[in-house]
């Protein structure tokens, strides 16, 4: 092999390896972008962060809309959660509060997590928490019973045929 | 020069015995060793799958406990799919695209080198916790399907993930070594007048092949590295409790998985219309609508991937848009088909074991093609995804498709690598053989999936029995007559009857300029090319 291929060759390589380092660069680019896509578009019924309260939006009277809530415990976490309600009928733009409950059963102090999930994933984005206590960690001493609020209002932006929300919470187990 | 020189006259005297083998650096002996390394996979892979198909007998559990069938299944994936299929294809690479474009070699040989020897090191690490469990070291190997994705946070938690893990990032650099070290080649060593649409077929599937590995495999290491680091480390890319996201991992995995289909596809396809105008005694068909259908499909394989994840909760409207890409793939797909049909049209065919293979990977390639055309139907989906109709599906796409073109190659290329002809019987057979068993093996499988039975389990409904009886024995059949193979092989390399330089008539090629075996440096001075 002569000298001007082989530097034609290392030439060649040299920008192919730079295409690796830009592919595994793309491939963790797509983890913050994964999650911005969902929070725009409500992809997976992912809802957005704490909103400011009450907004004076105005409250469309003539229109009701059932919120369902529903909760799931995963593997791995002993603890009791539950709505202290299931279902609610709000006006769109109406602030409403409910709670759910959680008991640690164990002799242990446990860290869980709630995750939420709104159905149908195109009315995520418009369903608003001002208060949640998925924002945060819960912490529970062995035996604790805990009222954990949930305050939040409909958007009136909400299509038309959406007639029912639900509003899934899954409680993961937070480990250290 | 003087180093140039000193260069020449070392390669002239290879090292004798197992050194020659360790350290050569030359392309035909690295694509010998490629090709006997993915052999051997070949048979670890099947194996394992034989365990599985005797689970699988008869209903209720008799040999093995659900996890040992869990490891035994994506073994059998993942030393199929990344240590049989992908070297071999490699193998096949360097042992032909050297000749096919008038070069004396590979253009980077030390890499090659490196490139091979890293994957025994690879497999050895993917079955070491296999082995491990049984002196009651570990959990075992990984057994969460060759995706990765069947939860690999906390519902198996062994050494064995960690093992695969670190198997992904060794195969991956094989990989890119070999993938990198093709398209320079291909595009800087051609012979004088070998322009890139003169390029044989093969070449061309191969060029693309490498650019699809290039650019998806860094993705499949990165989703490896962040699965091990929340396994390990702390953080929390795939974690929901701490606000990551699992169907991330799924969209990672199969953002590289989906392309790597097409990657295991594409050399098979590329070589299938060697075969068929040689034994039609025409030109190559369609050669440029075939270069353009590959390069389409490439793209099309970057913009397809959640179609394996219709049933993960994705809004309706991606649902949708995936379904029609996925379609849109049949397109380009049939440009290769009707192709392939186009070049035995009319032609004046004979049915030497090459084409009997490359006959049967047409047919059985395109059921694998049709049976895709049903799966990403979004309401259809629903009810096959994850039963035995994907397993059916993708088994005619590999089994019938990869696999069934590299056996044509390895019966054409043989006589070329030996220099002698192989036994032309057994070589039929071993076709018929094949094609029957394989048949006998997957078509219950595809009505058991149409009726519900799921994949990945370890056990069925008893309304499954016979049909799982019968893929059984047509699975256990057809291991038992790839081993006439091996004979096949080994006979053919200690003698038979001479090969001539062309070795078949009809046979069109710059490697069939060269006298059979070749010598072990050719094309020193580049042919000139028309």
């Known amino acids: 092999m002569d000298e001007a291929l082989r530097h034609k060759n290392w030439r060649l390589t040299i920008k192919l390896l730079l295409m690796v380092a830009a592919a595994t660069g793309f491939a963790f680019a797509l983890v913050p972008f994964y999650d911005l896509l969902c929070e725009v578009t409500g992809l997976n019924g992912k809802t957005g962060a704490a909103v400011q309260g009450a907004q004076a939006s105005k409250v469309d009277a003539a229109r009701w809309v059932t919120v369902e809530f529903t909760s799931t415990v995963m593997p791995g976490m002993s603890w009791e959660f539950r709505p202290a309600q299931t279902r609610m009928r709000v006006h769109p733009g109406e602030t409403a509060r409910i709670s759910y409950l959680a008991r640690n059963p164990t002799n242990q102090v446990m860290t869980g997590q709630a995750v939420p999930s709104v159905s149908p994933g195109w009315a995520a984005q418009h369903f608003n928490k001002i208060e949640c206590f998925c924002f945060q960690r819960q912490v529970l001493k062995p035996g604790e019973v805990k009222e954990m609020p949930l305050v939040f209002f409909v958007s009136p932006e909400l299509p038309a045929e959406v007639q029912e929300i639900s509003l899934s919470y899954t409680l993961f187990p937070v480990s250290g | ?530």
Request: charge should be neutral; include cysteine.
């Open chain 2, 1 to 530: 020069m003087t180093e140039a020189i000193a260069d020449v006259a070392h390669d002239h005297r290879p090292p004798a015995g197992i050194m020659r083998w360790l350290t050569t650096t030359n392309h035909k002996d690295l694509g010998i060793l490629y090709m006997s390394f993915g052999g051997l996979m070949f048979f670890i892979g099947g194996a394992f799958i034989m365990a599985v198909r005797a689970e699988l007998l008869l209903p209720g559990l008799q040999l093995l406990s659900p996890g040992m069938y869990n490891q035994l299944f994506t073994l059998h994936a993942l030393i199929m799919v990344f240590g049989a299929i992908m070297p071999f294809a490699t193998g096949l690479n360097n042992y032909l695209i050297p000749l096919m474009i008038g070069a004396p070699d590979m253009a980077l040989p030390r890499v090659n080198n490196w490139g091979f020897w890293i994957l025994p090191f690879a497999a050895i690490l993917l079955l070491i916790p296999f082995f491990l469990q049984f002196s009651g070291t570990g959990s075992g190997a990984t057994g969460l399907g060759w995706m990765m994705h069947n939860t690999s946070l906390d519902l198996q938690s062994g050494i064995g993930i960690d093992f695969a893990i670190f198997t992904i990032h060794l195969l991956g650099i094989s990989s890119l070594t070999g993938a990198i070290n093709v398209v320079v080649t291909v595009l800087n060593m051609r012979a004088p007048g070998m322009t890139l649409m003169k390029m044989p077929l093969f070449v061309w599937a191969w060029l693309i092949t490498a650019f699809m590995l290039i650019l998806v495999i860094p993705v499949f290491s990165a989703a490896a590295t962040m699965l091990l680091t929340d396994r390990h480390f702390g953080t929390h890319f795939f974690d929901a409790a701490n606000g990551g996201d699992p169907i991330l991992l799924q969209h990672l995995i199969w953002f590289f998985g989906h392309p790597e289909v097409y990657i295991v596809l594409l050399p098979a396809w590329g070589l299938i219309p060697h075969i068929l105008a040689t034994f039609s005694r025409k030109p190559v068909f369609g050669y440029r609508a075939q270069v353009y259908a590959l390069w389409a499909i490439c793209f099309l394989s970057f913009i397809v991937w959640s179609h394996h994840m219709l049933t993960s909760g994705l809004p309706l409207a991606a649902e949708v848009y995936f379904m029609y890409s996925t379609m849109a793939i049949s397109v380009p797909t049939s440009v290769l088909v009707f192709c392939w049909l186009g070049a035995i049209w009319r032609g004046a065919m004979t049915f030497e074991t090459p084409m009997l293979f490359a006959l049967g990977f047409v047919a059985h390639f395109g059921m694998g093609a049709l049976t895709g055309m049903i799966l990403p139907d979004v309401a259809v989906n629903a009810q096959y995804h994850n039963s035995y109709v994907i397993v059916s599906h993708f088994h005619y796409t590999f089994f019938g498709g990869g696999i069934f073109g590299m056996m044509a190659a390895v019966y054409y290329w043989l006589p070329k690598f030996t220099g002698h002809m192989f036994d032309e019987k057994l070589g039929r057979l071993h076709f018929w053989l094949t094609t029957i068993f394989f048949n006998m093996t997957f078509i219950p499988q595809w009505f058991a999936g149409l009726d519900g039975m799921p994949r990945h389990i370890a056990d069925f409904a008893l309304r499954f029995s016979t049909m799982n009886l019968v893929s059984s024995v047509g699975a256990f059949l057809l291991g038992l007559s790839q081993l006439l193979m091996v004979y096949i092989v080994v006979k053919c390399v200690r003698g038979g009857p001479k090969a001539t330089g062309q070795v078949w008539e009809g046979a069109q090629g710059l490697e069939f300029t060269l006298p059979s075996p070749p010598p072990r440096h050719t094309f020193e001075t580049p042919p000139e090319v028309k």
